[in-house]
């Protein structure tokens, strides 16, 4: 079992900033990709941003420039950083990780609980 607390939400007014992060624990044997997406009200969730083992990163066009995502393997835990936060990035946040169990083992998925970021006009 692998468990993810992540941590960070809260309210913020618009331009503001925020950071979150995500700590893994449990039966890890390699951490391959980890992400963040989120699920605003009445929508899918979507893709925020994702790093790869080797740093690669990927965004969503709509937090390009505004969001950084890293990692640090040490501590198994996830960031983002997000700047100029505008009322539509108001979501719920869930941090995802890529992991292996064993060395034999097949890539599975992991998710946070979630957490809510609110950013007021």
């Known amino acids: 079992q692998v468990q993810l607390v992540e941590s960070g939400g809260g309210l913020v007014q618009a331009g503001g900033s925020l950071r979150l992060s995500c700590a893994a624990s449990?039966?890890?044997?390699?951490?391959?990709?980890m992400g963040w997406y989120r699920q605003a009200p009445g929508k899918e969730r979507g893709l925020v941003a994702t790093?790869?083992?080797?740093?690669?990163?990927n965004y969503a066009d709509s937090v390009k420039g505004r969001f950084t995502i890293s990692r640090d393997d040490a501590k198994k835990t996830v960031y983002l950083q997000m700047d100029s936060l505008k009322p539509e990035d108001t979501a719920v946040y869930y941090c995802?990780?890529?992991?292996?169990?064993?060395?034999?083992?097949?890539?599975?998925?992991?998710w946070g609980q979630g957490t809510l970021v609110t950013v007021s006009s």
């Open positions: 790093i790869t083992i080797s740093g690669n990163t």
């Open positions: 995802n990780v890529r992991h292996t169990a064993s060395r034999f083992s097949v890539p599975s998925d992991a």
């Open positions: 449990g039966s890890i044997f390699r951490i391959n990709t």
